[in-house]
């Protein structure tokens, strides 16, 4: 009888024990499950933006097809279709921000991830917006053939060229954050060297939200009107292989107080965007632009002087 109740006890044991290894296997597997769960939302986020940037490619297309159709009903509709292109640049802005957030956040970054981004920002923010300026600006409103036509043909693609490299480099600088070679800036995390290529996009498309109406529309002062887009397509991308610096801000909301700080900026940014976008958005461009210049005349100016300031007893 003893013996019974011994062995009962001794499979009750085992059963147990069986038990809490078969419950720790599955919740093992589930954290393995969340975890991949994980490292798949930022690449989400990655996708929405090729997705808004083909939109905007498709946009822009089927617009630049509308005016050769001509009429005032055809540039009104292209007009829509070319708004439509810009918006979806800035919504793939806003995603571009939001998946390398998120990878950080969740600790989930990784190689594949960084390429897939690269790859996203030269379809979202390279060939989209080229294309945009190109069919929204000069590319209809010059005759085909013409030698300013085929400057602004050349000018979309130094765009695209600029943008890629651009991104070459900073995936470089990125992985190897030193001095490359002689002369080559030295890179921190507070800054980028050269205009991001999310912000050379963004100011294209802020012009063309701003006045969504095609240049072809403008009869008297088309050609002018598409002098002054080229100089822009072509000073955006020269900025972007510069050397100049620009606030990178991933600094912001780090820590608790700066977090509120950045969400309640954020939160009145986006409060100004939605009643006057056509406005703010070009605006908060344009001081981004601006403020990367402005800091290096700058140091043009008062490098010298400290240079010759005596030092300090």
């Known amino acids: 009888m003893s013996d019974e109740i011994r062995m009962a006890g001794e499979d009750s044991e085992q ?17 393995r499950g969340l975890r991949k769960g994980l490292y798949l939302i930022p690449s989400l986020f990655t996708a929405a933006n090729i997705g808004a940037g083909f939109y905007s490619l498709m946009a822009s297309l089927r617009a630049f097809q509308l005016l050769g159709d001509g009429g005032q009903e055809a540039i009104a509709r292209a007009g829509v279709l070319f708004d439509n292109a810009a918006l979806a640049i800035g919504l793939a802005f806003v995603f571009d921000s939001l998946d390398g957030r998120i990878a950080r956040f969740t600790k989930t970054t990784t190689e594949i991830g960084v390429q897939f981004d690269s790859i996203a920002d030269v379809v979202t923010f390279g060939i989209a917006p080229a294309v945009l300026a190109f069919a929204w600006g000069y590319g209809s409103a ?26 070459a ?5 990125a992985t190897r ?14 800054h980028f060297v050269g205009l991001p290529i999310p912000m050379g996009a963004a100011a294209i498309a802020a012009i063309v939200h701003f006045a969504p109406t095609p240049l072809v529309a403008h009869v ?9 887009v080229m100089f822009l397509v072509a000073a955006v991308s020269i900025l972007m292989v510069s050397t100049l610096r620009y606030k990178s801000f991933k600094s912001v909301g780090i820590n608790r107080r700066s977090t509120h700080v950045a969400i309640l900026t954020v939160a009145l940014i986006g409060m100004f965007i939605w009643l006057y976008s056509q406005y703010v958005l070009l605006a908060l461009v344009a001081i981004y632009i ?15 002087l400290r240079r010759g300031a005596p030092a300090a007893k």
């Open 220 to 228: 008297e002062q088309k050609e002018i009107y598409s002098g002054l």
């Open 15 to 31: 059963s147990s024990a069986q038990n809490v290894s078969q419950s720790s296997v599955h919740n093992s597997s589930r954290r």
């Open 169 to 173: 480099r900073f995936n470089v600088q």
């Open 177 to 190: 954050p030193r001095v490359l070679a002689e002369g080559t800036a030295k890179v921190d995390k507070e």
């Open 142 to 167: 010059l005759a085909d053939g013409s030698e300013a036509y085929n400057l602004g043909w050349f000018l979309s693609f130094m765009y695209v060229i600029c943008g890629a490299f651009r991104l």
């Open 290 to 304: 601006l403020h990367g210049l402005t800091a290096r005349l700058f140091s043009f100016i008062f490098a010298p």
